[in-house]
């Protein structure tokens, strides 16, 4: 007894044609809402939400009495129908057959099959048939934003179907009859410019010339009246055909552009759209025509720009809902962070990587510039009918890496700055909210119920807020969260703070002036408060980098900034970090310019810039030593700080306020206060370290080392330039990174301190050993050998003996290797760390040595601790060891499980390196699987990274890669050309040279292998 859910019209569900009783209205809500998710899980949070606008307490249980309930109404009729619960959520299963939405959308797509076979008969028929399925609106009686959606998305597709018929009956020679029945649409649906062109049709062809005219010119002047706009082109067009006498030719086809287009499951990964969007009207209509009126071969892009807070981000998600079913092949977001606070501006290079993973391009084949991305990104959209929404950019140089290279694509860009450079887009800047969208707008935050019997009350708080979004808001939910106030409560409140007069100036509809108010009516110590936390440097601040700017103790700065929380002078997104909105922050440092507080500004300054040099010190003490191992110097200590006991709660802590420091230290830097910008960059070191001397330490380093200049301080400048080499040593520039540490080293020797001066000859090593140059390297590692005899400084004297084990591995020398990790081992003064780095190179030893279970089992222990201690150079190397090792013992599918994640986690953290050894293990596994053109990608990758990145080592080992794929395909000739290449691009003294002389010495031979081909014999 198959059940048949019937949508298309009030909500109804028959089972063998007998209707089916749903219970009351939350029951049939729920059904309907579980329809539009079909298949696909809800959870219970979200299904809550939509059914409730204010959830009570016992919403969870209400919901699953309906769940019952509703199971119980469909009883057990159809086994095709199934309600099924999950951990989280539920879902319903059924047959799209089951649905009259499907049967409509069928039959509709069938029309279009037949008009193209010539068909026109069928086609109307199946028109037809369409339309008669429904019964009314959509979802007739039943609210709610996704309802609402659903049914006004169906609404419209019923209105494009029946707009195709009527074409269609015009085109086959109806004209006269057609009359009626367009002009009772088109009094439905004024601006609707296709019924419009479609009367226009049928009235000229049925001898009424002066009709179509009038029709013309009465919905041109009401587009010109509502909406500032003149109509389209298509029905410019008709108008001329009409006053030619040209309009009797044949109509144009049908647009199906209503039709479903999906071929196949597109992705999608648009936000939710905004449960309290309301109005935009006009500016939805301006974007919706900029995407049909531009020629069929350009690439349609919509710029959306204005102030912060006026509303981008949220016009943006609910235009790509609107329109998203007309892009069937994907709808991608991506935030650019251009102006989001703490945090990096998104790069084009990260911005591609994130696009083409989203759409289904496997990690080894993402290419590593940007360039290539770029070209892969437009390669992949090309022919596709897609979304791409680019929220928050910083500029057209952000933007224009991203944009695809063919037509078919909607580009959506939000960003506070007008992108004028980007060729061929359609700008749109928006301005404040008409009246009446803001109403809207108040009433949807606050809730209907609060605003009953005020209306006059609330336009006018809508005007007192300056039909800013972001001012409406803040109103609307300062009133929300104070159940006794009534909308005329907050209007007293708003005029107390200056009277209506203030906002009513030429300019006093801004949130500025609203602000300046606020402002006014703060306490003395209020107010001196407010404008010192705009001197901070950073995004947010918690409640103790505020107690430092404002001198106070703790508990009465928390005081304070919960007050000024509550006036909505400071906005909190995570618990216990503050910050200014921009508008805010602008006007406080305003009124800072018109105080005269010039002494206090600077204490504060001064405060806060001890306070993070403080606790940066403090809580690097808990990681790896860095480069500055004194207590810095600062005038005022924290009476309290954020206390961490731990590695990981270091980590939290200095993640949270890294932007905050690196802010910090580039201000003091710019603004003279030298001793600060130094030692702030210089204590930070162990935390730049983690993040692979990425982002803007190279600019970090060489501010302070200018500090440190500029003061006169040359061992503060020579740990400056010790960073700095380590940050330009990561930027693959080994010339000026050896510069740097040789002019370190001069200052270091003058200033007389030995240990800092071995710390900085063993990074001078490392250099050369990254540079390729292995004896080089080995002579500077011997040299802080001796300069380290009898220092206490064990890690460093252990780390001597680590790099110089991993010299002689690299060299074929394997039993020393591993003496000297061992003996590396056995020093005194590791931290974990410490010992997992060298287990690594132990485990790449007994590897190279061909003890593969043994070597495995290391990686295998050197993961699972790193995992632990979130050590992400750990698990990168340790998984990409384990492919290597996988794959010799012949488990290739763990290996490319290992490889994958090896590379994923390389690039997570930044490790070049082993991005390059994970990709050349994955070449080597998909070699030893047959799949040659895999293998050739991933080598191929290799090889461009290699040359881009100047790595000898890798691209010999790229050649290697190439001769084993050019011996599998019969070419011996070629693959004895790219090992000779090999052998002679390989460093001096690698034992990897020798893999490739074994196959050069008995090409002949099928049966030759070498470490990269071979299968393992287990000892």
Wanted: with cysteine.
């Amino acid at each position: 007894m198959p059940l048949e859910f019937r949508v298309l019209g009030p909500l109804e569900v028959y089972a063998s044609g007998e209707r089916v009783r749903i219970g009351g209205a939350r029951q049939q809500k729920l059904l309907a809402l579980l329809l539009l998710t079909r298949d696909h899980e809800v959870s219970v949070a979200r299904l809550i939400e939509m059914l409730w606008r204010d959830p009570p307490a016992s919403a969870r249980q209400q919901l699953h009495n309906a769940i019952g309930a509703l199971r119980r109404s469909l009883g057990d009729a159809d086994a095709e129908v199934r309600l099924i619960r999950s951990e989280t959520g539920y879902r319903l299963e059924l047959p799209a057959s089951a649905l009259d939405t499907h049967r409509f959308l069928s039959a509709v797509r069938d029309a279009k099959k037949s008009e193209e076979a010539g068909d026109p008969a069928r086609a109307s028929e199946l028109l037809q048939r369409a339309l008669d399925l429904w019964r009314g609106d959509a979802y007739s009686g039943l609210d709610g934003n996704a309802i609402r959606s659903a049914a006004a998305n169906l609404d419209e597709k019923r209105l494009g179907c029946v707009e195709d018929l009527l074409a269609f009956r015009l085109r086959c020679g109806e004209s006269a009859s057609l009359v009626g029945e367009l002009s009772q649409l088109v009094a439905e649906h004024p601006l609707r410019e296709s019924l419009r062109g479609t009367l226009m049709l049928a009235l000229h062809r049925s001898g009424r010339q002066a009709d179509a005219l009038a029709v013309y010119e009465e919905v041109r002047r009401l587009l010109a009246d509502e909406l500032g706009l003149d109509p389209g082109q298509r029905l410019r067009e008709i108008h001329l055909a009409v006053l030619s006498g040209t309009a009797d030719v044949p109509a144009e086809s049908v647009d199906f552009g209503t039709v479903d287009r999906r071929k196949g499951f597109g992705r999608s990964y648009l936000p939710h759209d905004t449960t309290s969007f309301s109005g935009r009207a006009i500016e939805l209509v301006a974007l919706v025509e900029g995407t049909k009126h531009v020629l069929p071969t350009a690439l349609v892009i919509s710029a959306i720009d204005g102030m912060g807070g006026v509303g981008k981000t949220t016009l943006a998600i609910h235009l790509a809902h609107q329109v998203a079913s007309d892009y069937p092949d994907g709808q991608y977001f991506i935030d650019l962070r251009g102006f989001s606070p703490g945090v990096d501006p998104v790069s084009p290079e990260q911005a591609l990587g994130m696009l083409l993973l989203d759409s289904g391009v496997a990690p080894e084949l993402v290419p590593a510039d940007v360039d290539r991305r770029s070209a892969l990104w437009r390669s992949h959209m090309a022919g596709q009918r897609a979304l791409l929404v680019l929220d928050n950019a910083v500029d057209a140089e952000q933007v224009t890496p991203l944009l695809p290279g063919t037509a078919g694509v909607l580009v959506v860009v939000t960003s506070r700055r007008k992108l004028t450079a980007l060729e061929g887009a359609t700008p749109l800047s928006l301005d404040v909210m008409t009246e009446e969208d803001g109403v809207s707008l108040f009433t949807a935050v606050v809730g209907a119920d609060r605003t009953k019997g005020e209306p006059e009350a609330v336009r006018a708080a809508v005007e007192l807020c300056g039909r800013l979004p972001l001012a409406i808001k803040i109103a609307a939910a300062r009133l929300k969260g104070r159940a006794t106030w009534k909308v005329a409560d907050l209007i007293d409140r708003l005029n107390t703070q200056k009277r209506r007069s203030l906002f009513l100036e030429a300019d006093g509809k801004s949130v500025m002036a609203v602000l300046r108010v606020s402002y006014r009516y703060l306490s003395k110590e209020h107010q001196l408060f407010f404008l010192l936390l705009s001197l901070h440097p950073g995004a947010d601040f918690d409640v103790h980098a505020a107690a430092a700017l404002g001198g106070l103790d703790i508990d009465e700065a928390a005081s304070t900034l919960e007050t000024l929380f509550d006036d909505n002078l400071l906005k909190q997104n995570v618990f216990g970090r503050y910050h200014f909105h921009d508008l805010v922050g602008d006007c406080a440092a305003q009124l800072l310019a018109e105080v005269d507080v010039e002494q206090e500004q600077r204490a504060a300054l001064h405060r806060v810039l001890d306070y993070y040099l403080h606790v940066v010190h403090t809580w690097c003490e808990h990681l790896d030593p860095g480069i500055y191992r004194d207590v810095p110097q600062i005038d005022h200590t924290p009476t309290e700080v954020l206390e961490v006991d731990s590695y990981e709660e270091a980590i939290s802590a200095l993640n949270a306020e890294f932007a905050n420091v690196t802010a910090a230290a580039f201000f003091a830097a710019q603004h003279g206060w030298h001793r600060h910008a130094w030692q702030l960059v210089c204590v930070l070191h162990p935390m730049l370290k983690l993040r692979n001397f990425g982002g803007k330490a190279h600019a970090l380093y060489a501010s302070a080392a200018e500090a440190a200049r500029s003061a006169g301080d040359e061992f503060g400048e020579s740990i400056s330039l010790q960073g700095l080499a380590a940050a330009c040593r990561v930027r693959r520039n080994v010339d000026e990174a050896a510069g740097h540490l040789s002019r370190a080293l001069e200052q270091m020797r003058r200033v007389g301190n030995a240990d800092r001066e071995a710390h900085q000859t063993v990074d001078l090593g490392n250099l050369m050993y990254r540079a390729e140059r292995l004896l080089e390297a080995r002579d500077h590692y011997t040299t802080a050998e001796k300069l380290l005899a009898g220092s206490d400084d064990n890690r460093l004297r252990s780390a001597v003996v680590n790099n110089l084990g991993v010299i002689s591995r690299e060299c074929g020398e394997h039993e020393q290797a591993l003496d000297h990790f061992r003996t590396a081992l056995a020093m005194p003064g590791h931290s974990l760390r410490d010992r997992l780095i060298t287990e690594v190179a132990i485990g790449v030893t007994l590897h190279h040595r061909r003890d593969h279970p043994a070597a495995l089992h290391m990686f295998e222990h050197v993961l699972s601790q790193s995992v632990k201690d979130g050590f992400g150079y750990g698990k990168a190397a340790a998984l990409t060891g384990m492919s290597a090792v996988s794959r010799q013992l012949g488990d290739l599918a763990a290996a490319v499980d290992h490889g994958r994640q090896g590379l994923k986690a390389a690039r997570e953290f930044g490790f070049r390196e082993l991005e390059f050894e994970a990709l050349a293990c994955l070449g080597e596994v998909f070699l030893a699987l047959g799949d040659l053109e895999r293998a050739d990608q991933v080598v191929a990758e290799v090889r461009e990274m290699s040359g881009r990145y100047r790595s000898r080592h890798y691209e010999a080992r790229a050649l290697e890669g190439l001769a084993h794929l050019s011996l599998a395909r019969g070419d011996r000739e070629t693959a004895a050309h790219q090992w000779r290449q090999a052998v002679a691009t390989y460093p001096e003294g690698l034992v990897h040279i020798t893999y490739a002389c074994a196959h050069l010495a008995s090409l002949d031979d099928p049966r030759t292998t070498c470490f990269r081909c071979e299968r393992a014999s287990v000892r």
